[in-house]
């Protein structure tokens, strides 16, 4: 079991993910959105909730970090230096659920020393929680999960987020060509239908902090692999609003062993549980 310490924590986030979940509905399709600078889209409710969850977690540990896309400016880099620290997307897949398609989460990230050790992910779609840590295991809703690994085939979906660039697509071009790729509007979302085995696998190029977090934590808890395409990026020492200059791919085995053929990279990248367990304890 994971130290008193990070016990608590995981306690007081599911909390506080819970806490706004009639929130998060009732604002539904009706909250005022406009455009970043970067030109995501941004409701009300995104800056509603990021403020009372993390006043939430304040209440009892005031000495965390904590990150949220919409409470930092697009300048603003934070320093990881606490021991914890808190990352919230408080709604992935904004332009989803301003215009009343329920493909969208809040997501909850817990890093410790700079490793993701616990994510949680309120599923709109289907009104379920998703949460869990490589160390412990993926829990859907009410029950504990188990990886279920098969062939990747011609009936197998892959989450992906486009757009893609035109190199991208080359490199990609087998992929696009032969499965079902889904973009369901939530980043999170695929990484999480992937995690609990509704999706053969994901890809990201190019994500957020958040996401990323979200993706590595999920899919490892839930018994997929997960590859990073070049170096992995944790220990996070640092994290602002820009996209990381970061790759990856998460999935069966079948799956990330034909990813490592597309992508020619050596499959002695792929990240296993026991560095999360490692800062657990």
Same mark, same amino acid.
């Given at each position: ?29 009706? &909250? ?97 929680? @998703?949460? &869990? ?19 990747? &085939? ?5 989450? @992906? ?89 998460? &999935? ?30």
């Amino acid at each position: 079991m994971a130290d008193s310490k990070l016990k608590h924590r995981i306690n007081a986030g599911r909390v506080a993910v819970k806490k706004q979940i009639d929130f998060f509905h009732k604002q539904f399709a009706h &909250g005022h959105n406009e455009s970043k600078e970067d030109g995501n889209c941004i409701a009300f409710a995104d800056f509603a909730i990021s403020e009372k969850i993390f006043t939430e977690l304040r209440k009892s540990f005031a000495d965390d970090n904590y990150f949220s896309e919409e409470s930092n400016s697009l300048d603003d880099l934070l320093e990881l230096n606490a021991r914890y620290s808190w990352i919230l997307n408080p709604i992935d897949g904004t332009k989803n659920y301003a215009l009343g398609i329920p493909a969208c989460a809040i997501a909850l990230n817990l890093l410790k020393d700079g490793y993701p050790v616990y994510a949680y992910v309120y599923d709109m779609l289907r009104q379920k929680m @998703i949460e &869990g840590s490589p160390r412990d295991g993926l829990i859907a809703g009410c029950r504990k999960t188990a990886a279920k690994p098969g062939s990747l &085939g011609k009936h197998s979906r892959i989450g @992906i987020e486009f757009p893609l660039s035109h190199e991208v697509c080359e490199q990609l071009e087998p992929l696009l060509t032969n499965y079902h790729l889904l973009d369901v509007g939530s980043s999170v979302l695929n990484s999480a239908y992937t995690a609990i085995g509704f999706f053969d696998g994901c890809l990201g190029f190019d994500v957020n902090a958040w996401n990323l977090s979200a993706a590595y934590t999920l899919c490892l808890a839930g018994g997929k692999e997960f590859h990073f395409i070049g170096d992995s990026v944790f220990p996070l020492k640092q994290i602002n609003c820009d996209a990381l200059d970061v790759k990856y791919f998460a &999935g069966t085995p079948s799956f990330c062993a034909y990813m490592g053929d597309l992508c020619n990279i050596s499959m002695i990248t792929k990240e296993i549980p026991a560095n999360a367990e490692r800062v657990a304890r």
